[in-house]
């Protein structure tokens, strides 16, 4: 194909590249100003010794002012050619930069009492997930469900020993204080579903799981509980800031929002930060 000739690219390349020279060539405009202040030094250094773990010499400081220099000429240029438009990751990093300056507005020392009302709000986020113990008895895919039943009957009745039957399984047979979460992530969530329901003392099943068949016994169940609030104190913290950064941010974008007039596609306009109306179908 055409496009994928190397000699075209290099004639693309080329014209581009003439075409910055003859830009830059022609701009009569009064040259702007470049100026690193004695702050800009500093900080250049005290980035420069955390990184080294040691001061800059004179040589590498000047290094590294003259590669700001370089970077501060780039980007002004770059600007003025307008090459900044279009970007997705400029525009990210833009957003990003916008959204600093709304958590900047944030007060970052909640009081215990803020933060013990927060949890009040919350109370799902902060309480203890449920914990069970179990042992189950493991068969592989294949296994026929009807002889399963069996030794089901079979364990409860005594006539039959769970250290006799079933498939080695890699994980263990004996759980003890596991949270619901970690039944999840080990042997999926309809599995857990399951064992929620199971009965407590008794061999019961048959359960599925991604591995195959079990029969499983539960020996102990701990609820959900409240957790004092000193346990989840930090937590709390985190996410009363982030509760907070989210809001700020909001506010700060539908107050920038209301300064434009919005127009999708469609031809339906927004004006003062009102809502889109639905695109008819």
Same mark, same amino acid.
């Given at each position: 194909?055409?496009?994928?000739?190397?000699?075209?690219h290099?004639l693309?390349?080329g014209?581009?590249l003439f075409? %910055?020279y003859?830009? /830059?060539?022609?701009?009569?405009?009064?040259?702007?100003e470049i %100026? %690193?202040?004695?702050?800009?030094?500093a900080s250049? &250094?005290a980035i420069?010794?955390?990184?080294w773990q040691?001061?800059?010499?004179?040589?590498?400081?000047?290094?590294?002012?003259k590669?700001y220099?370089?970077?501060?000429?780039?980007?002004?240029?770059?600007?003025?050619m307008g090459?900044?438009?279009?970007?997705?990751?400029?525009r990210?990093?833009?957003r &990003?930069k916008?959204?600093?300056?709304?958590d #900047?507005?944030l007060d970052v020392?909640? *009081?215990?009492?803020?933060? =013990?009302?927060f949890?009040a709000?919350?109370?799902?986020?902060?309480?203890?997930?449920?914990?069970?113990? +179990?042992?189950?008895?493991?068969f592989?895919?294949?296994?026929?469900?009807?002889?399963?039943?069996? #030794?089901?009957?079979?364990?409860?009745t005594g006539?039959?020993?769970?250290?006799? %039957?079933g498939?080695?399984?890699m994980?263990g047979?004996?759980f003890?204080d596991?949270a =619901?979460?970690?039944?999840e992530?080990?042997?999926?969530?309809?599995?857990a579903?399951?064992?929620d329901?199971?009965? *407590?003392?008794?061999?019961?099943?048959?359960? *599925?799981? /991604?591995y195959g068949?079990?029969l499983?016994?539960v020996?102990? $169940?701990?609820e959900? $509980?409240?957790?004092? +609030?000193e346990?989840?104190?930090? /937590?709390?913290?985190?996410?009363w800031l982030?509760?907070? =950064?989210v809001?700020?941010n909001?506010?700060?974008?539908? =107050?920038l929002?209301s300064?434009?007039v919005?127009?999708?596609?469609?031809?339906?306009? &927004?004006?003062?930060g &009102?809502?889109? /109306?639905e695109?008819?179908?």
């Amino acid at each position: 194909m055409l496009l994928r000739e190397p000699l075209l690219h290099f004639l693309v390349i080329g014209a581009a590249l003439f075409g %910055v020279y003859q830009w /830059a060539a022609g701009d009569e405009t009064a040259p702007g100003e470049i %100026v %690193v202040s004695a702050g800009q030094i500093a900080s250049m &250094q005290a980035i420069f010794s955390r990184t080294w773990q040691r001061e800059p010499t004179a040589a590498e400081t000047d290094a590294l002012v003259k590669d700001y220099i370089r970077d501060e000429v780039f980007y002004r240029e770059a600007i003025a050619m307008g090459l900044d438009q279009d970007d997705a990751i400029i525009r990210r990093r833009m957003r &990003q930069k916008m959204e600093f300056v709304a958590d #900047l507005t944030l007060d970052v020392a909640p *009081t215990d009492a803020e933060l =013990k009302a927060f949890v009040a709000e919350h109370p799902d986020w902060f309480r203890a997930e449920p914990h069970i113990s +179990f042992s189950h008895i493991y068969f592989r895919t294949g296994t026929s469900a009807p002889d399963v039943e069996r #030794l089901r009957e079979a364990l409860n009745t005594g006539t039959a020993d769970a250290s006799e %039957v079933g498939d080695p399984f890699m994980a263990g047979f004996d759980f003890r204080d596991l949270a =619901k979460s970690d039944v999840e992530r080990t042997f999926g969530e309809s599995f857990a579903a399951s064992i929620d329901r199971s009965a *407590t003392g008794a061999w019961e099943g048959p359960l *599925t799981s /991604a591995y195959g068949v079990h029969l499983v016994r539960v020996s102990e $169940r701990i609820e959900a $509980r409240q957790r004092p +609030f000193e346990e989840v104190r930090e /937590a709390a913290r985190r996410e009363w800031l982030h509760t907070r =950064k989210v809001a700020a941010n909001d506010l700060l974008y539908e =107050k920038l929002k209301s300064r434009y007039v919005i127009t999708v596609a469609d031809g339906t306009e &927004q004006a003062d930060g &009102q809502e889109l /109306a639905e695109a008819a179908p």
